[in-house]
């Protein structure tokens, strides 16, 4: 299944053989300390920068019923954010990961994208649609 929006994730999760667990990391766009004058310029035009995680949250696929919902979650839940990558864990025997079986691969995300390896990670913007590097 082609992935051309939040819900098509949680559509193909939904439809997993196992049961899932769906991993996400908020991110901001910040400007780093040894920033150029030509990167501030940028910066503050809306363009470049580094992304820096702003927070994390695992949810089965059971618990979202869409984007809209999820997005003004995340804007009551913590800083405004302009992208989030998700991930999914696959339960096993029928039983499906726990928070707590969240944890490391979520903190694994986070240090991906500190490092700007974002490999394995699906991105959206804030209106639920997939983001392209690149």
Do not use: H, Y
Request: hydrophobic letters at 45%.
């Amino acid at each position: 299944m082609e992935i051309t929006c939040f819900d098509d994730l949680l559509q193909a999760a939904r439809e997993q053989p196992q049961p899932q667990r769906l991993l996400f990391v908020f991110a901001g766009a910040e400007l780093p300390d040894n920033a150029t004058a030509l990167q501030r310029a940028q910066f503050e035009a809306g363009e470049g920068g580094e992304l820096a995680p702003l927070m994390c949250v695992d949810k089965a696929p059971e618990e979202l019923s869409g984007f809209a919902v999820f997005a003004a979650e995340a804007a009551q839940a913590g800083p405004p954010w302009s992208i989030v990558f998700a991930a999914a864990m696959s339960g096993r025997d029928g039983v499906p990961p726990t928070s707590r079986d969240a944890e490391a691969p979520l903190q694994r995300m986070v240090d991906a994208i500190k490092a700007g390896r974002l490999d394995g990670m699906l991105p959206f913007d804030r209106r639920g649609e997939p983001v392209s590097f690149g």
